[in-house]
């Protein structure tokens, strides 16, 4: 089983756990600041390109100014991913990651009321099933990639601890 809808709705609720992890953590216990940070961008940039190449174009016909208005939302959401690509661990991480969480909060709230009901409305229970499926094989191909950018990392190559986008 996989439908489409439970991916990301699974995800967002991931990205809101993530969220409500982050401030526990204890300042200075930087490993686990970074691992916290790693998780969020790894999920949001998996999360973001599937809904981008095979979520967002099934209503890009119907509803142009929500995948639109979804899309820039993204985008805004990106450049912060690439601020905290950049810095890496350290301080001021945990500000950035917070700056990101309330930048991605309202769109994850967003597409749960509006995006999803109108995805489930067009699509029909077996569309969602088969664009799951779909999405499924595309999310293991973004993270064996991601995998291997980490790996890369642990075999001395320059450390980029973050997946690529
Ligand atoms: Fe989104
Ligand atoms: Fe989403």
Known sequence: MANAIKMLQDDHNSFRMLCKQLPTIQNGAQDEEEKAAVQIVSILQTH?????????PVLAESHPDLVKHAEEEHAEAKAIL???EEM???PGLRDVVLRLLESVEAHVAEEEETLFPLLTETLGVDGLEDLGRVMLG????LMQDAAETTG?????QPKNIYPKM
Request: hydrophobic share 40%.
């Open 48 to 56: 973001a390109t599937l809904e981008e190449e095979l979520v967002y």
């Open 82 to 84: 690439a601020e905290i």
């Open 152 to 156: 890369a990392a642990a075999t001395g």
């Open 138 to 141: 595309r999310q293991q191909e």
């Open 88 to 90: 890496g661990a350290g």
